[in-house]
T-cell receptor, first 109, second 121 residues
Framework: RKEVEQDPGPFNVPEGATVAFNCTYS??????FFWYRQDCRKEPKLLMS???SGNEDGRFTAQLNRASQYISLLIRDSKLSDSATYLC??????????FGAGTTVTVRA | GAVVSQHPSWVICKSGTSVKIECRSL??????MFWYRQFPKQSLMLMAT?????????EQGVEKDKFLINHASLTLSTLTVTSAHPEDSSFYIC?????????????????FGSGTQLSVL
């Protein structure tokens, strides 16, 4: 079983729509969780950390469910510029990050 | 913010040649450098972790004699793909952790290079 699993998508949505997707992780001892954004053949860029109480950053909302071992990302009022691959990243120990394969989102005009 | 410069960004080479990829931390001292590989539509897979001045720690299944890592200074780490073959074609990317960065800060501010797309013919 992979340490981090994501629905690869793609999620094709019109501008202004809401899109949400999850990621599951296998290591119950994981302490830190993140969403990164990656554009094609570019480096990943931190979108947001995910906190136990859930957190919001503008149009982006992240939630953590430790009992079911998943995290989610919701994007409201999608923009064309939100088109990217979103990587779920989990920190199972103090230095090594585990990356999901990514969920591709395409926002169309 | 901190910057990690990775070169080259794109390499096309013949099978059997060696390719060197450099990662430099431009405004901080990178005590630890991570090297990842990413195949199309797959996740970043950690290949190895290198600490300045010591031998790299390779992940299971990664051949240390094929992927040579040198981290001789606090600002430079190199990955050399020796005798590259078409199956080594991939996106290679480094990330750096700096001196004094704690766990939470490190993971929230993991500094990535811009990546190198290697194509072996």
């Amino acid at each position: 079983r992979k340490e981090v699993e994501q629905d690869p998508g793609p999620f094709n949505v019109p501008e202004g729509a809401t899109v949400a997707f999850n990621c599951t992780y296998s290591n119950s001892a994981s302490q830190s969780f993140f969403w990164y954004r990656q554009d094609c053949r570019k480096e990943p860029k931190l979108l947001m950390s995910v906190y136990s109480s859930g957190n919001e950053d503008g149009r982006f909302t992240a939630q953590l469910n430790r009992a079911s071992q998943y995290i989610s990302l919701l994007i409201r009022d999608s923009k064309l510029s939100d088109s990217a691959t979103y990587l779920c990243v989990v920190n199972p120990n103090d230095y090594k990050l585990s990356f999901g394969a990514g969920t591709t989102v395409t926002v169309r005009a | 913010g901190a910057v990690v410069s990775q070169h080259p960004s794109w390499v096309i080479c013949k099978s059997g040649t060696s390719v060197k990829i450099e990662c430099r931390s431009l405004d901080f001292q990178a005590t630890t450098m991570f090297w990842y590989r990413q195949f199309p539509k797959q996740s970043l897979m950690l290949m190895a972790t290198s600490n300045e001045g010591s031998k790299a720690t390779y992940e299971q299944g990664v051949e240390k004699d094929k992927f040579l890592i040198n981290h001789a200074s606090l600002t430079l780490s190199t990955l050399t793909v020796t005798s590259a073959h078409p199956e080594d074609s991939s996106f290679y990317i480094c990330s750096a952790r700096g001196l004094g960065q704690g766990v939470v800060e490190t993971n929230e501010k993991l500094f990535f290079g811009s990546g190198t797309q290697l194509s072996v013919l």
